[in-house]
């Protein structure tokens, strides 16, 4: 397949894929310029399946065996309307800021956000969600990678979170979820915690998982689970805010051992899906 050949990191052709590892760029850069970054062959081919559409790609030649055939359904090349670039090792490394072992980068047009009511509605097949998850500032992309990830595995049909949570679409949580941000719908309330409201519009118990005198074990929620469900998770460290737990129907908790009182909101997010999906 015919490719642009790179050699020079500062090519003005490549500034999509430029200081990478700069968080605080990229949160800025990608909303606003309507892209995210997907790594991997495994990963841009979720992406495209799901029907997002490339910009460009950036690769070792290496892998393009590998991909010629997605490269050929989506009209990549020369001839086509999305570029291939192909560099060597050290090159692709001063253009990203990291050594690219995982295959090839793709920058990938993002999609619009969906309405909170029409992603409930459409969510497993036009039936409706019935579980739900909600992000309130998880700022660790890992860990809401992560919590896609378990989501997808564990029946969750949508996830949403707060205005202030880490991008799901960040090239790490991308990658840490496997490509299930593409698979599990999602979108990002207006407000907080004033979108819990649309939850319960939408005939949705909120349960806060916190530490609080007055919760209820995830156990005796899993005995007897509303039909419509949706599980707020709060950010690192300091867990969920009061507002939040104020603003729900019931406070859930995971009863703990050996003088823990709580874990990773990743690891919670798991034991939570699979005690009530």
Request: net charge negative.
């Amino acid at each position: 397949m015919p490719v642009l050949r790179v050699t020079d990191p500062d090519d003005e052709r490549l500034a999509d894929y430029t200081r990478l590892t700069d968080v605080a760029l990229r949160a800025k850069h990608e909303p606003a310029k309507g892209l995210y970054i997907a790594e991997s062959s495994t990963v841009i081919r979720r992406a495209v399946a799901a029907g997002h559409r490339p910009r460009s790609f950036l690769m070792a030649e290496r892998w393009l065996p590998d991909l010629a055939a997605l490269l050929d359904e989506v009209g990549a090349g020369p001839d086509g309307d999305v570029p291939v670039y192909v560099g060597e090792p050290d090159v692709l490394e001063g253009i990203t800021g990291f050594h690219l072992h995982r295959g090839a980068l793709a920058a990938m047009h993002r999609p619009p956000l969906p309405d909170v009511h029409a992603l409930l509605a459409g969510a497993r097949g036009g039936a409706g969600a019935r579980r739900v998850a909600v992000l309130e500032d998880v700022v660790d992309h890992t860990n809401v990678g992560a919590v896609f990830r378990s989501a997808a595995g564990l029946g969750v049909d949508a996830v949403l979170v707060s205005p202030r949570c880490a991008d799901p679409l960040y090239r790490r949580s991308v990658r840490v979820s496997m490509g299930t941000v593409f698979q599990v719908p999602w979108t990002r309330l207006g407000s907080w915690p004033g979108g819990l409201d649309d939850l319960r519009a939408d005939g949705f118990v909120v349960a806060a998982l916190a530490l609080a005198d007055d919760a209820v074990t995830l156990d005796a929620l899993a005995a007897d689970p509303p039909e419509r469900l949706a599980m707020v998770l709060g950010t690192e460290g300091d867990g969920l805010s009061r507002a939040a737990v104020q603003a729900a129907d019931v406070v859930v908790r995971i009863p703990m051992a050996g003088g823990v009182d709580s874990l990773n909101v990743a690891a919670a997010s798991a034991v939570a899906f699979w005690a009530l999906k």
